[in-house]
């Protein structure tokens, strides 16, 4: 069974903070999402990293995925209250393209 | 703006009644999913369908049946529904995932309490 670890569960930091979450496993994903899920909605998704090594950025939010293609993180700069949320990383898995997901990163930025 | 259309968002059901989650997608995806989203737990695959007239089995798909009705349409059936049945069911399409990187959208989700 292929497990994606994600830490912290849960976060709360006041606004201008910087932090960063994890993603793990011991599995070698081809593709790693992030989505982002607002209280009562559906997970949205934020970026699509491919490459080993590759970094992305969205504004103040900066993902990487590993060089070995199994681990992956969110990096955010000076947090604001609109970040606030769950976010979710999800591994493509080769083959079955079927996505593992990670437990989830519970985000409170406070004012 | 549709995407991805679930019914009902809440459902109160007695231990052992039957019900439908009905899924529609206006993008003309081929694949659907139906997940449940458990507290402390992620997402976890119920059934997919690959494409029109094929259904699969995924992580947790006992005490559940589905059908994919159309290209548009994939349905979630609850036989007899027990406590631990109690989640938040989502369905989600993506157009092509063999392409890779292709993104799942979700639709808003069904609230399901089992007494």
Redesign the interface.
Same mark, same amino acid.
């Given at each position: 069974t292929q497990l994606l670890e994600?830490s912290p569960?849960f976060l709360s930091i006041q606004e201008g903070e910087n932090l960063t979450v994890y993603c793990n496993s011991s599995s070698v994903f081809?593709?790693l999402?992030w989505y982002r899920q607002e209280p009562?909605?559906?997970?949205? +998704?934020l970026v699509?990293v491919?490459t080993g090594g590759e970094v992305k950025k969205l504004k103040r939010l900066t993902f990487q995925f590993g060089d070995a293609r199994k681990d992956s993180s969110l990096h955010i700069t000076a947090a604001q209250p609109g970040d606030t949320g769950l976010y979710?990383c999800?591994g493509?898995v080769d083959s079955n393209?079927? +996505?593992i997901?990670?437990?989830?990163t519970k985000l409170i930025i406070k004012p | 703006n549709a995407g991805v259309t679930q019914t009902p968002k809440f459902q109160v059901l007695k231990t052992g009644q039957s019900m439908t989650l009905q899924c529609a997608q206006d993008m003309n995806h081929n694949s659907m999913y139906w997940y449940r989203q458990d507290p402390g737990m992620g997402l976890r695959l119920i059934y997919y369908s690959a494409s029109e007239g094929t259904t699969d089995k995924g992580e947790v798909p006992n005490g559940y049946n589905v059908s994919r009705l159309n290209k548009r349409e994939f349905s979630l059936r609850l036989e007899s529904a027990a406590p631990s049945q109690t989640s938040v069911y989502f369905c989600a399409s993506t157009s092509s995932p063999e392409r890779g990187n292709q993104p799942q959208h979700f639709g808003d989700g069904t609230r399901l309490s089992i007494l």
């Open positions: 994600q569960q081809s593709s999402q009562g909605e559906g997970p949205v +998704l699509t491919v979710l999800a493509v393209y079927q +996505l997901w990670g437990a989830g | -």
